[in-house]
């Protein structure tokens, strides 16, 4: 049978169908793009209204692609994954120098939203979690109480000089080494092997299996944080295990001069 033009009833484009074909298709016509689209739009309704029927059909999808791929042999399975990756537009490193390019140009608006989905994200957890059930918690997910052995006897020299600090304090969704009490002036310890100190890692490329990213993007992820701690309104006051192991007066000095500010 001779194949037809059908119109899509949703952006006028013409499909030329074998005549069979339309039979199976529900009326209007609609092209495989437009029919995606609405798929994807009654999904979502479906989503927000009736999430009972939601997890049904997430299950029933699941199960069928399982069921799929258990009958696929070890060949099919590794020509399936060389299709999926050669559909893959942008690779990993192109990505990360996309999303550089976007944090150099809109410094302030990206810094802005980082803070927000990091605020959002920590309230949503922490709303239900008393303060004992916290405290639980962070002693679950971090070694030694998330702090090195370094910084513990850092603060431990500085809190002799009549310094109160509260360890580990919780600032919209960061944990920060030090906070001292009734000011705003954070301090934060950097152990010169995991955050790279400058003075010792001079390639920025150079990758470091012990955090599992690159000189560069350890820096950057520090530049992050102190930056939103800034925007945020508090006083950081950065001790390098290198600098603190030469001369300890220096930065204890430093703290009170800051203070005195306060």
């Not at 679950?140 to 850092?154: E, I």
């Not at 010792?200 to 939103?228: E, G, H, M, N």
């Amino acid at each position: 049978m001779a194949n037809q033009e059908y119109n899509c009833t949703d952006c006028g484009n013409i499909e030329i169908l074998p005549h069979w074909r339309f039979k199976q298709r529900k009326q209007p016509f609609r092209c495989n793009k437009c029919s995606r689209i609405e798929s994807r739009k009654q999904y979502k309704a479906i989503k927000e209204t009736n999430p009972e029927r939601w997890e049904q059909i997430t299950q029933a999808k699941s199960k069928a692609a399982s069921n799929k791929h258990a009958l696929l042999t070890p060949e099919q399975r590794s020509n399936h994954g060389k299709k999926m990756r050669a559909a893959v537009t942008i690779s990993g490193l192109e990505l990360r120098q996309k999303q550089q390019l976007f944090i150099d140009n809109a410094g302030s608006e990206y810094y802005d939203r980082y803070c927000e989905k990091r605020r959002l994200i920590s309230k949503h957890f922490h709303d239900n979690l008393t303060p004992d059930e916290k405290e639980t918690h962070y002693r679950k997910v971090f070694k030694n109480n998330g702090r090195s052995k370094a910084c513990d006897n850092c603060l431990d020299i500085i809190e002799l000089e009549n310094i109160q600090i509260d360890r580990e304090h919780y600032i919209n969704g960061f944990i920060v080494d030090g906070l001292i009490k009734n000011t705003n002036i954070v301090i934060e310890f950097y152990g010169d092997t995991f955050h790279c100190n400058p003075i010792k890692f001079k390639d920025p490329t150079q990758y470091c299996s012990w955090i599992s990213r690159t000189v560069q993007q350890q820096w950057d992820r520090d530049r992050i944080r102190l930056s939103a701690l800034y925007r945020l309104g508090y006083r950081v006051i950065l001790i390098w295990e290198h600098g603190w192991n030469i001369d300890k007066q220096k930065y204890i000095k430093r703290i009170q001069n800051e203070m005195c500010k306060s």
